[in-house]
C-alpha cells in the first residue's frame, strides 16, 4: 500500500510534485475562466482541480448528498432520536430544507465550474510538446464530470435544467432556464460520457482520486442501468431491454480490462479509506472523493464527515484523546433488522447456518457473513460509565431464575464496549471490563451473537484509532475518503444486467456471484443462479449486502420500482423481543420510515432556486 501524498499547494509552483499522486485535487483552487489563462501543463492541472472539487465538499460527498439525501433506506436509518429538525433521511424535508438547497447548489457549482474550464481550455493555444498529459484528456475529464454532476441531479430531482454552456456574463436572465426532461438529461449523459471515454487515461492511476477509462466505463454501466428502471421515461428510439444490454457491454469492458479485482479481504477496502491509503494491487475502489485533514490547523482543512456522522458512536466526557481507542464519532446511522436478516437468513446454504453463532467461525458454528462482522459489528465505544458511586453502571440481570444487580467498570471510549440485554453480550471478550467484588461474577456473561441487532451501529467506515490516527484533540471532520464506485458494483452490475437482458445469467454472471459471496466466506446456492428470476432476487439482496451504507441502495429501491413498499416494510420489520432492539430507537426509526411516501421517489426543487429561476416548476406532489 502507498501512503496517500498530501500537499496543500500554496503556489502553482508545486503543481510539478502534486500530478504524479492525484494530489493537485488537496487544494480548493478557483477557477479561472480567462481563454488565454491555460497556457500550460500546470495550469490545466490547476483549473481541472476545481472542477473535481465539489465532489469533496460537505453538500456533496462530505456528508449532504452522501449521507442525509443518499444513505437512508430499508438497510440504513438515522437514530438521532434528540432531532426534531426537516431533514431527508427522516423523510420530513421540504422544499425549504437547507441540506437540498445546498447540495443543489454545489452540483451546479461542479457543472459551472466545468462550463468554464472547457470553454477556457479549448479557446486556450498549448504547444503539445510541452504537456506530457494531451489536452484532450483534461477535457475529456472536464467533460465526464460535466455529466456524472448532471446525472447525480437527474437521478435525485427528476427533471432538472441541462447547463451545457458557460455564462457569458452576470446577466440575471443567464439563470432562466426551463427543466429538460429526466430521461433526455439522463440521455444526455451517456452520450457525452461515451464521447469521451476513449480519450481519458486508459491506464489505472495509483490513486483513485481522479477518473480512468474503466472508471467512465463503470459509470456508464450505472447511468444506463438507472435508465432502465422503472422510474424514468423512456428514451425515444431507446428500449429498455437495449439500456440493459449498454450497461452490460460497459460492465463487461471494466470486467475485461484485467485491470480491477476484489481485494481478498472486504475489510480492507474500507479499512484503506480509514487509514489514508490507497489500495495500488487490487484497485477494487475505483474511484473516491477525497477528504484530507482534520482540522487542527489551516493548512489542515476538509470538508468529510465520514466516520464521523456514520461510525461507531464513540463519545466521552474525557478530554485526553490520546487514550481513546476510537476517535469521537456521533454514529448517527444505524443498520436496520432487514439488513440484519439479510445477512443472517436470507440466501444463506443450509450447510452453513448452525443454531449457534460464533463470532471466530469456530468449526461446527454458523458461518458468518463476514460483511456482517464488519459493516455490524458486535460493539461500539460508548462504554459503561454513569451516575454510580463506584464510576460504573448497575445492571439487573438473570441467572437461573436468580435475579442479581451487577456494576460493569469500562472506562468510556477506552475500550470496545458490546451491545447487551440483560447478561447477553453481544462479545466474547469485553476489553477493560472488572469484576466488582461481591457485585457482579463476570461467569454470570452469556454469549449472544444476536443482542441488539436491530439498532447497531453502521461500522464500515469507523474511527478506530487501529486504523485512523490517534486525534490529540475532538475533530468531527476525518481524512476518510467515500467510495464512488467499487469493481464488487461493477460485477453486480453486469449479473443484473445481462440477467435482464438475455432472460437468463450467463457464466460471467453466475461467477462474478460466487466471487462475491466467496470473499463473504459464504456458500452459493447453485439452483439460484440458474433460475432467471431466483438470479434476479440474489443479486439485488447481494447489492445489499455488498454496498450497503455507500449511498446506492436507495436509487436501486427507486429504479427497481419497490422504494415505497420496501421502506414501509423496513419500518414495520422489527423484532418484537427487547433482546434484539431498543424501542427508543426502533420506534424513531419507525416513524421515519412511515414518512415515505410517493413523493419521495424525486427530491423537491429547492425553495430559493423557484425564487430567482422562475422558468423552473415545482415536483409533482411537493
Given at each position: 500500500m502507498k501512503m496517500k501524498n498530501i500537499y496543500r499547494l500554496g503556489t502553482l509552483a508545486l503543481f510539478g510534485t502534486a500530478l504524479s499522486a492525484c494530489s493537485f485535487l488537496d487544494t480548493d483552487p478557483q477557477i479561472i475562466p480567462a481563454e488565454n489563462y491555460y497556457t500550460s501543463e500546470t495550469k490545466l492541472q490547476y483549473g481541472l482541480a476545481g472542477v473535481y472539487g465539489p465532489l469533496s465538499s460537505e453538500e456533496l460527498y462530505g456528508n449532504y448528498y452522501s449521507l442525509q439525501i443518499s444513505n437512508a433506506d430499508d438497510l440504513c436509518y438515522f437514530n438521532n432520536y434528540n432531532n426534531i429538525d426537516t431533514r431527508p433521511d427522516r423523510y420530513n424535508h421540504t422544499?425549504?430544507?437547507?441540506?437540498?438547497?445546498?447540495?443543489?447548489?454545489?452540483?451546479?457549482?461542479?457543472?459551472?465550474?466545468a462550463n468554464e474550464y472547457i470553454k477556457g481550455v479549448e479557446a486556450?493555444?498549448?504547444?503539445?510538446?510541452d504537456l506530457s498529459t494531451p489536452k484532450s484528456r483534461y477535457v475529456a475529464e472536464a467533460r465526464f464530470l460535466r455529466a456524472y454532476y448532471h446525472f447525480?441531479?437527474?437521478?435525485?430531482?427528476?427533471?432538472?435544467?441541462l447547463r451545457v454552456e458557460a455564462a457569458t456574463s452576470p446577466n440575471p436572465n443567464d439563470v432562466q432556464l426551463a427543466a429538460t426532461p429526466q430521461e433526455q438529461v439522463l440521455k444526455w449523459c451517456v452520450d457525452e460520457i461515451e464521447a469521451v471515454v476513449?480519450?481519458?487515461?486508459?491506464?489505472?492511476d495509483q490513486t483513485p482520486s481522479r477518473v480512468s477509462q474503466t472508471v467512465a466505463e463503470g459509470i456508464l454501466a450505472r447511468i444506463y442501468l438507472f435508465m432502465a428502471g422503472e422510474s424514468v421515461a423512456e428514451v425515444e428510439g431507446l428500449p429498455k431491454k437495449e439500456m440493459y444490454k449498454k450497461a452490460a457491454d460497459w460492465a463487461y469492458k471494466v470486467i475485461e480490462s484485467g485491470k480491477h479485482h476484489l481485494n481478498p479481504s472486504y475489510e480492507e477496502v474500507f479499512i484503506n479509506m480509514i487509514r489514508d491509503q490507497y489500495d495500488t494491487q487490487y484497485h477494487e475502489s475505483m474511484w473516491e472523493a477525497e477528504f484530507l485533514g482534520d482540522r487542527t490547523s489551516a493548512d489542515k482543512w476538509t470538508n468529510g464527515r465520514i466516520g464521523d456522522l456514520i461510525g461507531l458512536k464513540s463519545q466521552s466526557t474525557n478530554t485526553n484523546y490520546s487514550e481513546w481507542a476510537c476517535n469521537y464519532s456521533y454514529g448517527f446511522y444505524n443498520g436496520s433488522y432487514t439488513l440484519w436478516q439479510l445477512y443472517s437468513e436470507t440466501d444463506r446454504v443450509e450447510s452453513d447456518l448452525s443454531p449457534e453463532d460464533d463470532e471466530n467461525n469456530i468449526a461446527g458454528k454458523m458461518v458468518i457473513d463476514k460483511r456482517r462482522i464488519w459493516n455490524l459489528p458486535g460493539y461500539n465505544f460508548q462504554g459503561y460509565s454513569g451516575s454510580h458511586a463506584t464510576g460504573?453502571?448497575?445492571?439487573?440481570?438473570?441467572?437461573?431464575?436468580?435475579?442479581?444487580?451487577?456494576?460493569?467498570?469500562?472506562?468510556?471510549?477506552?475500550?470496545?464496549?458490546?451491545?447487551?440485554y440483560n447478561n447477553n453480550f453481544a462479545m466474547r471478550t469485553i476489553e477493560g471490563l472488572e469484576e466488582v467484588e461481591g457485585k457482579f461474577d463476570l461467569n454470570d456473561l452469556v454469549y449472544n451473537p444476536d443482542v441488539m441487532c436491530a439498532i447497531r451501529n453502521a461500522g464500515k467506515w469507523r474511527r478506530e484509532t487501529l486504523y485512523e490516527n490517534q486525534m490529540s484533540a475532538k475533530s468531527l471532520y476525518t481524512t476518510i475518503n467515500f467510495?464512488?464506485?467499487?469493481?464488487?458494483?461493477?460485477?453486480?452490475?453486469?449479473?443484473?444486467?445481462?440477467?435482464?437482458?438475455?432472460?437468463?445469467?450467463?457464466?460471467?454472471?453466475?461467477?462474478?456471484?460466487?466471487?462475491?459471496?466467496?470473499?463473504?466466506g459464504i456458500q452459493t446456492n447453485e439452483s439460484q443462479l440458474n433460475d432467471p428470476q431466483s438470479f434476479r432476487e440474489l443479486v439485488?439482496?447481494?447489492?445489499?449486502?455488498?454496498?450497503?451504507?455507500?449511498?446506492?441502495?436507495?436509487?436501486?429501491?427507486?429504479?427497481?420500482?419497490?422504494?415505497v413498499d420496501r421502506?414501509?416494510?423496513?419500518?414495520?420489520?422489527?423484532?418484537?423481543?427487547a433482546i434484539y432492539r431498543n424501542t427508543t430507537y426502533t420506534d424513531y426509526a419507525a416513524t421515519s420510515y412511515a414518512n415515505v411516501g410517493d413523493r419521495h421517489i424525486y427530491l423537491p426543487i429547492p425553495t430559493k432556486e423557484l425564487a430567482v429561476n422562475h422558468a423552473l416548476t415545482q415536483n409533482p406532489l411537493w
Open positions: 422544499a425549504g430544507t437547507a441540506v437540498i438547497y445546498d447540495a443543489w447548489l454545489k452540483l451546479y457549482q461542479g457543472i459551472k465550474n486556450s493555444q498549448i504547444d503539445p510538446e447525480l441531479l437527474a437521478q435525485a430531482w427528476g427533471d432538472v435544467p476513449g480519450d481519458l487515461d486508459p491506464e489505472v460504573g453502571r448497575e445492571i439487573t440481570y438473570t441467572v437461573n431464575n436468580d435475579k442479581k444487580t451487577g456494576i460493569l467498570l469500562q472506562t468510556r471510549s477506552m475500550h470496545r464496549t458490546p451491545w447487551n467510495p464512488l464506485l467499487r469493481y464488487s458494483d461493477v460485477l453486480l452490475m453486469y449479473a443484473e444486467a445481462i440477467n435482464e437482458y438475455n432472460g437468463a445469467p450467463d457464466d460471467i454472471a453466475k461467477q462474478a456471484i460466487r466471487e462475491i459471496r466467496t470473499r463473504a439485488r439482496n447481494e447489492r445489499g449486502r455488498e454496498l450497503v451504507f455507500e449511498g446506492l441502495r436507495k436509487y436501486d429501491l427507486i429504479r427497481w420500482g419497490i422504494f421502506m414501509h416494510l423496513a419500518g414495520t420489520n422489527i423484532p418484537s423481543e
